[in-house]
Structures are given as C-alpha cells and as structure tokens.
C-alpha cells in the first residue's frame, strides 16, 4: 500500500550511518522513512551498549522504522530481537523493523519476556495477537490517499478490540476525530494505556455492533464526513441476518463503511492449522498457529468454521482466542447483500490508487486465471493485499 513508498536512506559503513543520523540530529536533513543498514553497517557486531545508543539515535531520526540484511536478524538471534524491540521497533508487518509514524514514543515490544519469566501463562494473549496478526501496514492514510475519501474528519472503528488501525492512524492525523467501540473491556484498557499524541483524545465505547442506539452515538459524536473501518475480517463474526443489519446500520450512520476481506478463495482449502510462529518466539521455545476446530470443519454451503489461535510448547498449550463460529463470507456474497439493500460497492484498487465499483472489476491478461496449464487454483480478482482486500459500501448517491 502507499506506505510501502517513502524515503530511504542507505547506510554501508558505520561511519556513513553516523554521518546520516548527526545530519538529521542536526536538523541539515530532515527525517526519512527508512534507514537501510547495508554491507559493512553491522549493528550485531556492535557492543550492547553501542546497539543501544545506535537503536536509540535510530529512535529519533527516522519516521517508520530501519531495515537490516536478513542475515544480521538471523545472526543476532533473540537477544538482538528483544533489544531491538525494547527500543521502540518491531518487524511485525511486513517493511522492516517499525514504529509508529513519526512517534515519539519509545514502546517496549518485547512480547516475549512474558514467556520467559511466566511460561504460556505469562504471555499477553493482546500482544500475541498483535505480533502474529496485528494491523500494521496500513493506516486509515491509505484510505485518505484515495480520492473518494480524501475529505474525512471522523474514524470509527467498530469491533477495535486493540484498536491498531486507530492507534497507528492518530500518528499521521492527529486532526482527526477517532471514535471506537468492541465489546471487550480489556482491549479498550489496553489501547488507551499505551502513549497518545497530546491533543488526541479517543472515545472508546464498549457495546454490540449489532445495537443501532450504539451507532447513534457515533454519529451524535462524529463531525463532518466519517469513515468507518472493520479490520481482521471481523464482520465474519456474523450470519447473514446480522451481516446485513451491520451494513445496514454502518451505511446508515457513516459516509465510507470498509470492511476488509478475504481475496476469494474455497473454505475447504483452508489448511487446518495456519503456523503463524515467528521466530523470535521459535527461539524463546514456543509456537502460535490458528489451528481448525475439530467440531467445525468448513461447511463448504455454508461457510462455517470455528478455530482458535493457540500457543504451544514443549509441555504444555493455551488457547488465546476463540472464534466458534465464523463465517467466511466471500466478496460476491457480500455484493449480493449490498445489491439486496441498495447499498453502492467498490473496492480498493492499488493500481487505479482509489476505490472502483465492483461492476467495472477486470482480471488482468498475465492472471494464472488465463493460464490454462497449470489450472487456476484460485481466482484473485480483488487487487488484494497479502491476501486481503478493502470494500467499501455506501449508500445508493452517497446519501445517508
Ligand atoms: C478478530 S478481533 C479483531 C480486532 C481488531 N478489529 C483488529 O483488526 O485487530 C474481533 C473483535 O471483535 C469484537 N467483537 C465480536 N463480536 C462483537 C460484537 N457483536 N460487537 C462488538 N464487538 C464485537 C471482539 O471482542 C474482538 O475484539
């Protein structure tokens, strides 16, 4: 997505490192993106407490975060992991290892120590979550980058548990106003204990999704032109009654509703466990993986199935979290819901830059669709982002 572009500064020396960072300090550069660590710019081969120093200059001088040789990662082992991570930086998405945009704030990420001095029990299963399947690569900017919702001044995250789009969002437009809501306390307490820009103040309320008084009070709260934002499939949670009363309601009370989904694929290709074990937490002696419910395999005319994210390790296991009953609803059911209650629908289209009306969606030539040997395993016709899309619903001439 946008953020993938930015400024790069690259490094091969330590001295060239040095140099790029006293001029940023300086204030004679401004702040890149990315630092990229490169060929004699070692930081495993680093005293401890010069890593430190370097983490914390990097700390200061960067907007998203720097970028290592994969072999440095591999050589510095967990002990490098968990220092990087205590300075502020994660690799939990995909672009290296990462901050906030531009934050100030030097958050420990370090997950793992819970396991080393509590077992599975010490770990937090919220922070688990966010290393394994955590919202980090986009923020609601992506979305503002589009024409078609370039003018917003409220963000709704509705089912926020740890609220990650919005908290990664307020970085970058602290103007905006940011409205959440979930049914779990624990989660609303998390967010709002981590570091918040001054002058951002979100309003997190607990209740149902499915409650219209609920969205009432977002959009008695909201001010201007609102975009609301459902991550990590969420909406799966529901059958289709509820499904369509959640779409009904967020297209009532919002201006963009978006939810993001699954690129179309078959629920029975599902593998029945998705290992999703990092290798920080390989080295400290755990795993994580989302693993199928035995009692729920997918219902190929349904598309029902239940899983858990679990943690294991050599002598014991804890579920994390459970989602008994998950729907995947695939993209052109959810069009068939918009087109039952009048409802416009696009989707994001990395390459057009904005979202585009499901009518006008093409299949490019060179796609495995058009490929007749070997056949298409599977039809991705949604412009997707690691495996996920953005729709986007709206009231028949966007009124509401
Ligand atoms: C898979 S988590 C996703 C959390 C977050 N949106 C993200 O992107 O990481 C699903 C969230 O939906 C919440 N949830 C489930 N049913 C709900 C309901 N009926 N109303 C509000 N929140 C609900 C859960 O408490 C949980 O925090």
Redesign the pocket.
């Known amino acids: 997505m946008q953020q993938n572009r930015g400024t790069i500064r690259v490094a091969n020396s330590p001295e060239a490192l040095d140099r790029v960072l006293a001029s940023i300090e300086s204030g004679r550069r401004s702040a890149p993106d990315w630092i990229q660590l490169q060929s004699r710019c070692r930081i495993e081969s680093l005293a401890t407490e010069r890593q430190e120093e370097l983490l914390r200059r990097l700390h200061a001088c960067v907007l998203r975060g720097f970028r290592l040789p994969r072999a440095t990662r591999d050589e510095g082992g967990l002990a490098l992991w968990r220092r990087i991570a205590r300075h502020g930086f994660h690799d939990f998405g995909t672009q290296g290892f990462t901050k906030c945009y531009g934050s100030p704030f030097v958050e420990d990420h370090d997950y793992v120590e819970g396991y080393l001095d509590g077992g599975l029990d010490g770990l937090d299963a919220y922070r688990v979550y966010s290393a394994v ?3 980090h690569d986009y923020t609601v900017e992506d979305f503002l980058q589009t024409p078609t919702c370039e003018k917003i001044d409220t963000v709704i ?6 609220g ?2 919005t908290y990664h969002s307020h970085f970058r437009h602290p103007e905006l106003r940011y409205l959440l ?4 306390g624990q ?1 609303r307490d998390s967010l709002l204990a981590r570091p918040w820009l001054e002058g951002v103040s979100p309003h997190y309320a607990l ?4 409650d219209p008084e609920l969205w009432r009070t977002m959009r008695s709260r909201s001010r201007g032109r609102s975009l609301a934002y ?3 499939q ?1 909406h799966h ?1 529901f059958d289709a009654r509820e499904l369509s009363e959640l779409l009904a309601l967020g297209t009532s009370h919002v201006d963009y509703f978006i939810l993001e989904t699954p690129e179309p694929s078959l629920v029975w290709e599902l593998a029945p466990v998705d290992d999703l074990t990092r290798p920080e937490m390989a080295e400290a002696g755990f795993h994580a993986a989302l693993i199928e419910d035995e009692y729920r395999p997918p219902n190929p005319f349904t598309n029902e199935l239940g899983f858990r994210l679990e943690v294991w390790d050599e002598s014991d296991r804890r579920v994390l979290f459970e989602y008994p009953k998950w729907r995947q609803w695939q993209p052109p059911t959810l069009v068939a819901l918009a087109e039952l209650l009048d409802l416009e629908v696009s989707y994001l289209n990395d390459s057009a830059g904005d979202f585009v009306p499901v009518e006008d969606c093409e299949l490019h030539r060179d796609h495995p669709r058009f490929q007749t040997h070997p056949p298409p395993q599977r039809i991705d016709h949604s412009e997707a982002h690691e495996n996920v899309g953005f729709m986007l619903f709206r009231r028949a001439n966007g009124a509401r």
């Open positions: 399947l955590g919202t995250e509705p089912m926020a548990g740890t990650e789009f809501f979930d049914l779990d989660a209740g149902n999704v499915l459902i991550g990590k969420s949670f």
